[in-house]
């Protein structure tokens, strides 16, 4: 504790990080007295932080007036398949999902993908991971063509200029570069949550994979409306 104190004194106006840590660290001991996993203590301070970034990027944008975009997914072209990709962060067990889902350019699942994985320490490091496996299933279905879509702008930004050989996720995009070269045509593309919300509900059911379930030409329940939500796209 007298640690914490002392790496939060150097930061400014941190009341609230330092709220959120102490819940952490409550937490965690609640988990281990009930026998349970749970998140390393060192990785504490950055899960903390990035708990805290979300939380006030929501609230933030909730307290904006101006109308949200309605972003929807968009289908391929015909002859292409599209991979949408994307991460969810377990904090409690301090694990993390990648959720992956294949579709045609009439917006049928080809098949999708639920992996658990050890939370890798910050959601941009997931986020390369997320594209990594994304590409490798990719690969392994025997795809020709694909798109591979993720709603990480810093991800997509990385892999568009090849901008990663000196960036903490580096080595990452570095695999995912090489792999995609074993499709015949590919492209990266960004869309915003709303347009990845398949994706991002496959990375969320994760947490009861054991540690990875795929699903071929259907998807569970849970991610059902979403799939059947993305079908109204425009023509």
């Known amino acids: 504790m007298q640690d914490l104190i002392n790496m ?16 952490f660290i409550w937490s965690h001991k609640n988990r281990l007295r009930l026998n349970k996993k749970g998140l390393p203590s060192e990785n504490f301070f950055e899960a903390a932080k990035t708990y805290l970034s979300n939380y006030q990027a929501k609230r933030s944008m909730s307290r904006m007036k101006q109308p949200k975009e309605n972003t929807k997914w968009q289908p391929p072209m015909e002859g292409i398949y599209k991979t949408n990709y994307d991460g969810a962060v377990f904090i409690e067990s301090g694990e993390a999902g990648i959720g992956v889902i294949v579709r045609d350019a009439r917006g049928e699942v080809i098949t999708t993908l639920a992996e658990k994985i050890l939370y890798p320490g910050s959601v941009e490091v997931l986020e390369a991971l997320a594209a990594r496996r994304a ?24 892999l568009q200029a090849s901008n990663w050989r000196h960036s903490s996720i580096g080595e990452i995009l570095k695999d995912t ?59």
Not at 8 to 23: M, T
Not at 141 to 146: A, E, H, I, M
Not at 179 to 192: A, D, K, P, Y
């Open 8 to 23: 939060l004194g150097q930061q400014v106006q941190r009341l609230e990080l330092f709220e959120v840590v102490a819940w």
């Open 177 to 235: 570069v090489s792999m995609v070269g074993s499709l015949r045509t590919f492209s990266f593309s960004h869309t915003r949550r709303q347009g990845n919300n398949a994706a991002h509900a496959l990375a969320k059911r994760a947490i009861v994979s054991f540690p990875l379930l795929v699903w071929m030409e259907h998807v569970s329940p849970n991610v059902s409306p979403f799939v059947i939500s993305n079908l109204s796209f425009d023509e």
């Open 135 to 158: 590409t490798k299933f990719a690969v392994e279905l025997g795809l020709s063509s694909s798109i591979l879509e993720g709603d990480s702008e810093v991800v997509y930004r990385a």
